[in-house]
Nanobody, 123 residues
C-alpha cells in the first residue's frame, strides 16, 4: 500500500519560513518524480513545484520561483519543500504527490497523493 505522509506544516508569521516533508512508502520511490501542490480555501489545487526522480531537475510555478525550493533524499524516501518569505496568501493545505511523469504541473499525472498538511501564515 502506497503512503505519502506530509509533515512540517503549522502557523507562521508573515516573512517566516517553514520546511515541509513528505515521507513515502510502499513504492519504488526513486522511480517516481515528486510534486507539491496546494489548495487554499475555496480555490482549486495549485501546482507549486516538482522534482525529477533523481533530483537533478526541478520545476516551479512561475509565481513561486525564488520563494520555494523543492528537494529530495532518495535514501530517506522523502521530498521536501523549503518555503521562505511566507505571505498570508500562501495559506493553504499543502499536498505531496508521486508521478511517473517527470516535472509535471498537472494533477492528473500524479498517481499517489498524501493527506495534506496545513500551512497558515498570519499577517
Amino acid at each position: 500500500q502506497v503512503q505519502l505522509v506530509e509533515s512540517g506544516g503549522g502557523l507562521v508569521q508573515a516573512g517566516g519560513s517553514l520546511r515541509l516533508s513528505c515521507a513515502a512508502s510502499g513504492l519504488t520511490y526513486s522511480r517516481y518524480a515528486m510534486g507539491w501542490f496546494r489548495q487554499a480555501p475555496g480555490k482549486k489545487h495549485e501546482f507549486v513545484a516538482a522534482i525529477s526522480w533523481s533530483g537533478g531537475s526541478t520545476y516551479y510555478a512561475d509565481s513561486m520561483k525564488g520563494q520555494f525550493t523543492i528537494s529530495r533524499d532518495n535514501a530517506k524516501n522523502t521530498v521536501y519543500l523549503q518555503m521562505t518569505s511566507l505571505k498570508p496568501e500562501d495559506t493553504a493545505v499543502y499536498y505531496c504527490a508521486a508521478s511517473i511523469r517527470s516535472n509535471s504541473r498537472y494533477e492528473g499525472d500524479y498517481s499517489y497523493w498524501g493527506q495534506g498538511t496545513q500551512v497558515t501564515v498570519s499577517s
